[in-house]
Protein backbone atom coordinates (compact mmCIF):
# COMPACT_ATOMS: atom_id res chain seq x y z
CA UNK A 1 0.00 0.00 0.00
CA UNK A 2 0.97 3.55 -0.34
CA UNK A 3 -0.54 6.67 0.95
CA UNK A 4 -0.20 10.37 -0.66
CA UNK A 5 -0.35 13.30 1.16
CA UNK A 6 -0.58 16.73 -0.88
CA UNK A 7 0.17 20.25 0.73
CA UNK A 8 0.57 23.29 -0.35
CA UNK A 9 -3.27 24.60 -1.99
CA UNK A 10 -4.64 27.97 -1.08
CA UNK A 11 -5.82 30.92 -2.37
CA UNK A 12 -3.83 33.07 -4.58
CA UNK A 13 -4.35 36.07 -7.20
CA UNK A 14 -4.50 35.64 -11.16
CA UNK A 15 -0.73 35.83 -12.18
CA UNK A 16 0.71 34.48 -8.82
CA UNK A 17 2.74 31.27 -7.90
CA UNK A 18 2.10 28.35 -5.87
CA UNK A 19 3.83 24.99 -5.41
CA UNK A 20 1.98 21.93 -4.62
CA UNK A 21 3.57 19.16 -2.73
CA UNK A 22 3.02 15.15 -2.62
CA UNK A 23 4.64 12.93 -0.49
CA UNK A 24 4.43 9.05 -0.72
CA UNK A 25 4.78 7.00 2.19
CA UNK A 26 3.94 2.95 3.11
CA UNK A 27 5.73 0.47 0.32
CA UNK A 28 6.92 3.22 -1.81
CA UNK A 29 9.96 0.96 -3.62
CA UNK A 30 8.80 0.49 -7.43
CA UNK A 31 7.03 3.11 -7.60
CA UNK A 32 6.61 3.68 -11.50
CA UNK A 33 5.26 6.99 -11.74
CA UNK A 34 3.54 10.19 -10.26
CA UNK A 35 1.27 12.92 -11.23
CA UNK A 36 -1.12 15.39 -10.75
CA UNK A 37 -4.14 15.35 -12.23
CA UNK A 38 -7.36 18.16 -11.19
CA UNK A 39 -10.99 18.02 -11.17
CA UNK A 40 -13.19 21.61 -11.19
CA UNK A 41 -16.87 21.71 -10.26
CA UNK A 42 -18.70 20.23 -12.87
CA UNK A 43 -16.00 18.68 -14.61
CA UNK A 44 -13.80 15.88 -15.30
CA UNK A 45 -10.70 14.83 -13.24
CA UNK A 46 -8.16 15.46 -15.65
CA UNK A 47 -4.19 14.46 -16.11
CA UNK A 48 -2.31 18.20 -15.22
CA UNK A 49 1.06 16.89 -15.27
CA UNK A 50 2.93 13.44 -15.18
CA UNK A 51 6.47 12.30 -14.12
CA UNK A 52 8.03 8.87 -14.67
CA UNK A 53 10.61 6.99 -13.18
CA UNK A 54 13.92 8.27 -15.18
CA UNK A 55 12.46 11.65 -15.31
CA UNK A 56 10.44 11.66 -18.19
CA UNK A 57 7.59 14.69 -18.01
CA UNK A 58 4.33 14.96 -20.21
CA UNK A 59 1.87 18.45 -19.63
CA UNK A 60 -1.54 19.23 -20.45
CA UNK A 61 -1.62 21.43 -23.14
CA UNK A 62 -3.57 24.29 -20.87
CA UNK A 63 -0.51 24.13 -18.31
CA UNK A 64 2.47 23.81 -20.66
CA UNK A 65 5.17 26.53 -19.77
CA UNK A 66 3.52 27.60 -16.74
CA UNK A 67 3.76 24.62 -14.58
CA UNK A 68 6.63 22.30 -13.68
CA UNK A 69 6.92 18.45 -12.10
CA UNK A 70 9.21 17.43 -10.38
CA UNK A 71 10.59 14.74 -8.06
CA UNK A 72 13.17 13.85 -5.05
CA UNK A 73 13.33 10.73 -4.79
CA UNK A 74 14.85 10.52 -1.59
CA UNK A 75 12.28 12.46 -0.25
CA UNK A 76 9.76 10.30 -2.24
CA UNK A 77 8.01 13.43 -2.90
CA UNK A 78 6.75 14.96 -6.13
CA UNK A 79 6.43 18.86 -6.53
CA UNK A 80 4.33 20.77 -8.96
CA UNK A 81 5.14 24.36 -9.25
CA UNK A 82 2.50 26.35 -10.26
CA UNK A 83 3.39 29.98 -11.87
CA UNK A 84 1.48 32.91 -14.04
CA UNK A 85 -1.81 30.77 -12.61
CA UNK A 86 -5.35 31.75 -14.30
CA UNK A 87 -8.77 31.32 -12.48
CA UNK A 88 -9.60 28.18 -14.58
CA UNK A 89 -6.82 26.88 -12.61
CA UNK A 90 -9.13 26.69 -10.13
CA UNK A 91 -9.69 23.16 -8.74
CA UNK A 92 -8.85 20.19 -6.62
CA UNK A 93 -5.54 19.07 -7.30
CA UNK A 94 -4.62 15.48 -6.62
CA UNK A 95 -1.55 13.67 -6.26
CA UNK A 96 -1.07 9.99 -8.36
CA UNK A 97 0.98 7.40 -8.30
CA UNK A 98 1.31 3.97 -10.36
CA UNK A 99 2.86 1.35 -8.84
CA UNK A 100 2.47 -2.42 -10.11
CA UNK A 101 -0.27 -1.46 -12.26
CA UNK A 102 -1.83 -0.18 -9.55
CA UNK A 103 -3.10 3.79 -8.87
CA UNK A 104 -3.21 5.39 -5.84
CA UNK A 105 -4.33 8.71 -4.85
CA UNK A 106 -4.02 11.45 -2.68
CA UNK A 107 -7.37 13.41 -0.60
CA UNK A 108 -6.40 16.06 -2.57
CA UNK A 109 -5.99 19.80 -2.47
CA UNK A 110 -8.29 23.07 -3.21
CA UNK A 111 -6.49 25.76 -5.32
CA UNK A 112 -8.31 28.75 -5.82
CA UNK A 113 -7.36 31.54 -8.32
CA UNK A 114 -9.13 34.72 -7.96
CA UNK A 115 -9.44 37.27 -10.97
Known amino acids: QVQLVESGGGLVQAGGSLRLSCEAS????????MGWYRQAPGKQRELVAI???????NYADSVEGRFTISRDNAKNTVYLQMDSLKPEDTAVYYC?????????WGQGTQVTVSS
Open 51 to 57: IISGGTT
Open 96 to 104: ECIKAGRNY
Open 26 to 33: GSTFGINA
